[in-house]
């Protein structure tokens, strides 16, 4: 019994779900978040490998987002991807996905316009 629960936690730890997308500024692909004076915008979708909600996984997967993001006022853009719960440092700022709704299901296709992605930003003194 002993060594199963290590085994049990770690089950239960890959089935982790992302934060709520209603836990910060959202967007849909094609629309803007701002937060900050940072504009994100979500363009596609190029990994989620989450683990569905209904299902028992090992490991949580990931969900990796094409953004464009324009900061320092508007003066400076980046593009590229933004994986989920992994900060990426833009001069002073630094952007986050934090989350995304709906969580995936087990058999069940969720179609790209359904997608609402939730960012955080933090600022550098």
Known sequence: MKRALPLLAFAIAGC???????TGPTAALGQRAEVDGVRIRPLAIVEDSRCPMNARC???????????????????????????GEPLALGRETVTLVGAAPEKLAGAQTPARAYRFTFAVQRQP
Do not use: D, K, M
């Open 16 to 22: 982790a779900t992302l934060a709520p997308a209603s």
């Open 58 to 84: 090992v490991w949580a997967g990931r969900l990796i987002v094409q953004v464009e993001i324009e900061f320092n006022g508007g003066s400076e853009e980046f593009r590229g991807n933004l994986t989920v």
